[in-house]
Structures are given as C-alpha cells and as structure tokens.
C-alpha cells in the first residue's frame, strides 16, 4: 500500500513536470511567474546578431568592390585592345601572329610603365619580383596541312624568362626582349602564360571610418593555344590576397575610437550567444533528464518501453538550432573582432560564419509564431510533408540525373548552356522554374538536323514530364500532408502514450488568474488547442 501510495506521488510530480515542460513561455509564467529569459535573450540577439551582420556586409562589400574595379583596371592595363566586356569565359581573343608578338610586348610594356600610367595606388610587391613569363609547347616536328601529313612529339616542354622591375629600363631586358625565347612556333606552341604580383592599399575604406587594408594582386595572363583552331583566347586571372598593413599613420580622424565601438559591441554580441548558448544547453540536459525519468517510470509502472517517437517529443530541435547559431555566431564574431583590428583577412570564412548563423537565428522565430494556431498549422505541415517530399525528391532526382548526363552528351557540342554538367543542371533546374524557355529553344544551332529534331524531342518531353506531372506531385504532397493537419486539428491528433499519460492530468494548479502581462505574453492557447501542446 505504501509502495503504491509513493508510485502515485511520482506519477503526480512526474505529470505536473511534463506538463509544464511542455507549456510555451506565457503560459510558464502564469503557472510558476518564471520569467521567459530565453524568449527575451533571443529577441535581444535578432537584434543584436542583424545588426552585426549589416555592419560587416558593408564593409565586406567596400572589399568586393575594391577587387573587383582593380580585376577590371588591370584588364583595360594589360590586356590589348580589350573591349571593356570579357567574349565568353575568357577576356579577348586574337586571330594573327602579329597581334600575338604585340599583346605579349605590350604587357610587357605596361607592366614596365605601371607607376606612370595606372590610377591607382599600385607598386611592384618588392624588388625581387618581377614579370614571370613561360611558354609551353610540343616538341620538335613538321606540320603539312596541305599533305595532310603531320610529325609531332606529343611530349611537351616548358620555357621560362624573368624580367625584373629595375632591369626592363636597362640593356639586360632589351637581350632578353631580342632573344630566341620570343620565336614562337605557334604550329606547337601550346600556351604563353605570363604572371606578376602587384601590391595596393584601399584607401576608400577610411571614408567609412575604418582603417584601410593592403592587397596583394597575384595576376596571370594566359594566352591559350591548346585548340590550335587559329584563335587564342586570352584569359586573365586575378588572385586576391589581403594582407595586414606592416606600418600606419593615419592623422586628422577618429577611426581607431569608430574601430573601437565597433570591437566592444560585438563582444557585447558574444556575451549575449554565449549566455543563449548556456540556456540552451541546460534545456536540453534538463529534457534529457526528465526523457530518462518517463521512460523509468512507464517501464516500471506499465511494464513496457516508451516508443520512439515519444522520446522525441523531449529533444527540442529549435534547442539544436540555435546551439547551432550561437556557435557560428561566437566563431564568426571573434574573426570580425581580428579582421577589424586587421589581425586577420578571413573575409570569406567569416562571411559564411555570420551569414549562416543569422539565416539559423531568423528561422528560429518560427518556433514562437507557433505558439499562434495559425501559423502552427504552417509548421506542422512542413514537418508533417518533409519525410515525403525527401522521398519524392530522391525518385524524381533519379529522372532529372538522367536527362542531365543525357543533355550534356548529345546537346552539348551545339548549345552553350549544355557544354558541362554544371550548366546543364542550371538549365535544367531554370526550366523548370519556367525561366529562358524561348532562348533554350532558340540558341540549338542547326549543324545537324538529326540532334535538332533529338533536342526538340528532349526538351519537350523534359518540360511536360516535370512541370505538368513531378511539380503538381510536389504540391499535392504538400497539400495532402496539410489537409492531414486540419483533420487532426478539428477530430484530435494520434494519442501515443505521452499524450495518453497527460490527458487525465489536471492543469489546475497551473492555472491561476490572469494577471496584466506584458504584449510579448498575450499569445494564451484556446482550450481547443490542447491536443497540440506537445508538437515542438
């Protein structure tokens, strides 16, 4: 009797636990006045965590747009006759042996006049560096085109020449200009590549009062002959690399105080992840515990194991996403703290840290907008269709891989857009959408009537097959998984043992009167709305 006396204690305590651990933050408050940190920690660091993120994206966008302009003045700098608009994939193209000889000496040229004709703030990165030239070619044999009559060493070797930035003024550049090095064979030459290193300083950054940033501009020019088709494209690559200024005197301005500020407020950004970050932790313990206390409990009174789905209902996925963020967020915001103190230049690693973790952070309200009924049901049908649509998307992927691979292969040599796989499934994916239909269509060249008439077979099938058919199944699962939702909604969700262990459990005690709340507490459940109480 005793026994059964103190099993029916703890079931009573463990009830009212349950219970209110499964209560969203007003209802918390009204049954215990615990107040909801979590909830406000978590609109502090919305806040807080966006405004952060404004601030680095303009100051990684003065970056992007300091490359960019540099990668566009070195084009109109190096590169002869070049139209301001790149042909294809590569800068230029040019169709003589002449307008060769004159794009290499005229890079050549200008690289020796750059701190006379360039703009911007640009020197050679130190004396012992310099303009790097190699050619690459077959070697020795004969050609006759006109015999159809060819010899030729596949093999291939490679030829260098260094110019110094002191020595193109001087005699010793003008022996090298003149040497054997520059008679090309072009019938085996295979490319000419010309590399150099040049160093600037964005000055525009202290308009924004921040400290400026030194660059260094690895560039290569690569004069491509592989095709041996009568055109070489020329190619131009700029690698970018911010480095941390040696030695800096800036006067007359208050841009080590804006750095400051800067540098406090996001350690006020970590502060705040950081004790997110701790909350929800202890959330996810504390669920944890109160999980391994049901399942002892059910297996002593009931003789049987909780199922897993129950188990679940204990871990919290918006717990684990926002661990996830404040992570991200800590990480992100000590690389800012360095880039700002220009400690580091990890632009692109933080940008990922930070973008990332605020997409995680906005995505976590959702979890309160479900406390209203109505954008529930919104949430219940995402997670009610996922396991569907993961399934569907893995058969109709199958498909879409097949017209990929079959696209590149047949229609590839006669459309742009299907020259790669990765092109092909951006067409793919863009038709789908319904984008560029007509110009898909349009740009097939018509060399061959058999692929022409293959091509309109295959995007015809392809559009009809997944807009009209694979799309309205995408949506009709979606649909049906909602209408699911407001069934069980009007005639009550599948009880499972958990609900089964609370629903004759009062919530009396809990319910005290009504008290003046503050606006972000005024989201109280409908009776009606009970059966929902243990959807995380």
Known sequence: MMAQSDLDLKETALKEDLKFYFMNPCEKYRARHQIPWKLALQILKILMVTTQLIFFGLSNQLVVSFKEENTIAFKHLFLKGYSGVDEDDYSCSIYTQQDAYDSIFYVINQYKQLKNISLG??????????????????????????????????????????????????????????????????????????SFKLKGI????????????????????TFNNRAHSGKIKIYFDSDTDIQECKDWHIFGSVLQKNTQYILVFDGFVILSCVASLILCTRSIVLALRLQKRFVNFFLEKYKRHVCHADRLEFINGWYVLVIISDVMTIIGSILKMEIKAKN????????????TSTLFVWVGVIRYLGYFQTYNVLILTMQASLPKVLRFCCCAGMIYLGYTFCGWIVLGPYHEKFEDLNTVAECLFSLVNGDDMFATFAQIQQKSTLVWVFSRLYLYSFISLFIYMILSLFIALITDSYDTIKKYQQSGFPVTDLHEFLKDHASVGYRKEQTSMPLICCCRRQESDDNLILIN
């Open 344 to 355: 580091l230049t990890s632009y692109d690693v933080c940008s990922i840290l930070l973008g």
């Open 121 to 194: 703030t640009l020197g050679y990165e130190h004396e012992a560096s310099g303009l790097k030239i190699c050619k690459q070619q077959y070697k020795k044999g004969t050609m006759l085109p006109a015999n159809d009559t060819m010899s030729i060493d596949v093999s291939t070797e490679t030829e260098c020449i260094f110019f110094k930035p002191q020595e193109l003024a001087g005699k010793k550049a003008e022996l090298k200009l003149n040497s054997s090095f520059f008679n090309l064979e072009f019938y085996r030459l295979i490319q000419v590549e010309i």
């Open 202 to 221: 964005a000055l525009q950054t202290i308009h924004a009062r921040e400290l400026p940033d030194c660059y260094a501009f690895q560039n290569t020019i």
